[in-house]
């Protein structure tokens, strides 16, 4: 598993951030830092936006033209494929085993990535309708199993952005400004284009 190499203190303690004002962005060399939060919670409202739309897409299924639907589906198909499925990979191995080390052990990320997993495997399903929605060729079959997946798609994401969201405020307390700058460089870095 890849590790940030965001730093402890010599006795293996992290540094702790000191007010709140210290996580925003700040001035170092030359290039404002990145605040953690504040990075995450940007690909968060974005990465929200689209899982929004998810439950909408499968109220179209079957109700507007075909055209129609597969100009909507095909917008968030790529949508998953080019941005949050970089976004997955990168809170991963950016952040899952930094939040393992600071809670020394105590709580594994095994859940998290368990859902990386199975959003994996529904990806992988969404992609296979998306040539029938293209082709305008979705049976009621497929039509069925395309609004189930888009379904589970949209719970499973749901919950597990806000678990994440409760896992950046013990990197956000835990950490200094300047490593909570590595992690969300790290991020940023990791997604093939801006959110």
Same mark, same amino acid.
């Given at each position: 598993?890849?590790?940030?190499?965001?730093?402890?203190?010599?006795?293996?303690?992290?540094?702790?951030?000191?007010?709140?004002?210290?996580?925003?962005?700040?001035?170092?060399?030359?290039?404002?830092?990145?605040?953690?939060?504040?990075?995450?919670?940007?690909?968060?409202?974005?990465?929200?936006?689209?899982?929004?739309?998810?439950?909408?897409?499968?109220?179209?299924?079957?109700?507007?033209?075909?055209?129609? !639907?597969? *100009?909507?589906? +095909?917008?968030?198909?790529?949508?998953?494929? %080019?941005? =949050?499925?970089?976004?997955? /990979?990168?809170?991963?191995?950016?952040?899952?085993?930094?939040?393992?080390?600071?809670?020394?052990?105590?709580?594994?990320?095994?859940?998290?990535?368990?859902?990386?997993?199975?959003?994996?495997?529904? !990806?992988? *399903?969404?992609? +296979?309708?998306?040539?029938?929605?293209?082709? %305008?060729? =979705?049976?009621?079959?497929? /039509?069925?199993?395309?609004?189930?997946?888009?379904?589970?798609?949209?719970?499973?994401?749901?919950?597990?952005?806000?678990?994440?969201?409760?896992?950046?405020?013990?990197?956000?307390?835990?950490?200094?400004?300047?490593?909570?700058?590595?992690?969300?460089?790290?991020?940023?870095?990791?997604?093939?284009?801006?959110?």
């Amino acid at each position: 598993m890849a590790r940030s190499g965001v730093g402890f203190g010599t006795d293996g303690s992290s540094r702790g951030v000191g007010t709140r004002d210290a996580a925003r962005h700040v001035e170092t060399e030359g290039e404002a830092m990145r605040s953690l939060p504040e990075t995450a919670h940007e690909h968060h409202d974005r990465i929200g936006a689209h899982v929004d739309r998810l439950p909408e897409l499968a109220q179209m299924i079957g109700r507007v033209s075909p055209e129609e !639907f597969a *100009s909507s589906f +095909e917008v968030e198909c790529a949508f998953i494929v %080019g941005q =949050l499925v970089p976004h997955m /990979e990168a809170i991963e191995t950016t952040l899952y085993g930094q939040l393992e080390q600071l809670m020394g052990k105590r709580h594994s990320m095994t859940p998290m990535r368990r859902e990386h997993d199975q959003l994996r495997g529904l !990806f992988r *399903s969404l992609c +296979e309708y998306r040539k029938e929605a293209a082709g %305008g060729t =979705l049976d009621q079959p497929g /039509e069925i199993g395309l609004r189930r997946v888009l379904y589970r798609l949209y719970s499973i994401l749901k919950v597990h952005l806000a678990e994440e969201e409760l896992y950046l405020r013990v990197l956000k307390d835990n950490l200094s400004a300047e490593e909570q700058d590595v992690l969300a460089r790290g991020i940023d870095h990791a997604v093939s284009e801006p959110l």
